[in-house]
């Protein structure tokens, strides 16, 4: 599976911006979907994911009660709707699959077997 994502850029402090993740040539179905992000200097940090089928969400609790995390069927993206942006959400954002992940292992980049190639979020003060 190859992924795309799309839509980072720079946003002040308060502001939004929405993040979406493509698959080219197959469907998420089956798949769980999740968001990561690695500022300079730092690990890769859980932002969220969606089990496709089910709809289950998690987030990590840095952005719990800001961002949301959904699916599109028609579209087949996974989006990330990212409110109240922080300098500290500023990284880049990684969108990465996998099958068979059990829920308590979804916060888990190791357990992703594809990933797209980054997207930068800067949020300024």
């Known amino acids: 599976v190859q992924l795309q994502a799309s839509g980072g850029g720079l946003v002040q402090a308060g502001g939004s911006l929405r993040l979406s993740c493509a698959a080219s040539?197959?469907?998420?179905?089956?798949?769980?979907v999740g968001w990561f992000r690695q500022a300079p200097g730092k690990e890769r940090e859980f932002v969220a994911a969606i089990k496709w089928n089910s709809r289950h969400t998690r987030y990590g609790d840095a952005v719990k009660g800001r961002f949301t995390i959904s699916r599109d069927g028609a579209e087949n993206t996974v989006n990330l709707q990212m409110n109240s942006l922080k300098p500290e959400d500023t990284a880049v954002y990684y969108c990465a699959a996998g099958t068979s992940i059990i829920q308590s292992s979804q916060t888990m980049a190791a357990q992703y077997a594809y990933w797209g190639q980054g997207t930068q979020v800067t949020v300024s003060s």
């Open positions: 040539e197959r469907t998420f179905r089956n798949y769980v």
